[in-house]
C-alpha cells in the first residue's frame, strides 16, 4: 500500500512521513525532492526561473509516476492537489492522509523558512489564509482522512494515522527513557 500525505506547507508531511515510513518499515518518497532531482535546481528557483504553470507540469508527471510505484510513504508538495488530475490519481492509488494545521499554526512554524517559494511575499500570514481557503476543499476531496496534528509530537501523529488507516504497527516501540534518579 502507498500512504500519501498532503497539506499546505509546514504541515508536517515530510517530517511525519519520514517517521511514518520507519515506523512500518516502508521506503519514503518525498515528490519535491524527486522534482529536484528532476530539474537540477530548487524548486524555489525553478518557480522564479520558469513560473509556477510549468513547475505544475513536471510535479503532475512525478506524482504520477511516483504514485504507481510499490508500499510506501509518498509526501507531496503542498500544492499537488491543485491540478484535478492528482487528486485523482492520488486518491485512486493511493491512502491518503491529509494533514490539516490551520494557517496561524502553520505561520506560527514557518515564519522563519524562507525556503518556499510561495511564502516569500509581503504579508505571508494572509497568504497561509488565501492557501487554506483554496485548497483545504482540494485537500478534504483528495483525502481518505484527515488527521489535525495541532501541536502534537510527531510520533502522536504518526501513532494516530497508523491507528485511524488501521494498519499494523510493525515496528518494536520505542524503549522507555531510563527512570529519573533521585
Do not use: W
Not at 494557517?103 to 511564502?119: G, I, K, M, N, T
Not at 483525502?143 to 501513532?159: L, M, Y
Amino acid at each position: 500500500m502507498l500512504i500519501s500525505l498532503v497539506g499546505l506547507p509546514g504541515s508536517g508531511k515530510s517530517t511525519v512521513g519520514r517517521q511514518l515510513a520507519r515506523r512500518l518499515q516502508l521506503s519514503f518518497i518525498d515528490s519535491d525532492h524527486e522534482i529536484e532531482q528532476r530539474i537540477g535546481c530548487s524548486i524555489r528557483e525553478y518557480f522564479e526561473r520558469e513560473g509556477e504553470a510549468r513547475f505544475r507540469d513536471i510535479e503532475q508527471e512525478v506524482i504520477d509516476a511516483l504514485s504507481q510505484g510499490g508500499p510506501g510513504v509518498l509526501a507531496t508538495g503542498g500544492g499537488a492537489v491543485l491540478r484535478p488530475t492528482n487528486r485523482q490519481v492520488l486518491h485512486s492509488r493511493c491512502q491518503v492522509v491529509y494533514l490539516k494545521s490551520s494557517p496561524e499554526e502553520l505561520f506560527r512554524r514557518l515564519r522563519h523558512d524562507v525556503s518556499r517559494p510561495l511564502l516569500q511575499v509581503e504579508d505571508p500570514l494572509r497568504r497561509l489564509r488565501d492557501l487554506f481557503t483554496l485548497r483545504d476543499p482540494l485537500y478534504q476531496e483528495t483525502a481518505h482522512v484527515t488527521i489535525e496534528p495541532v501541536r502534537s509530537s510527531v510520533p502522536s501523529v504518526v501513532r494516530s494515522i497508523i491507528s485511524t488507516l488501521g494498519l499494523p504497527d510493525v515496528a518494536p516501540p520505542l524503549p522507555a527513557p531510563p527512570p529519573a534518579s533521585a
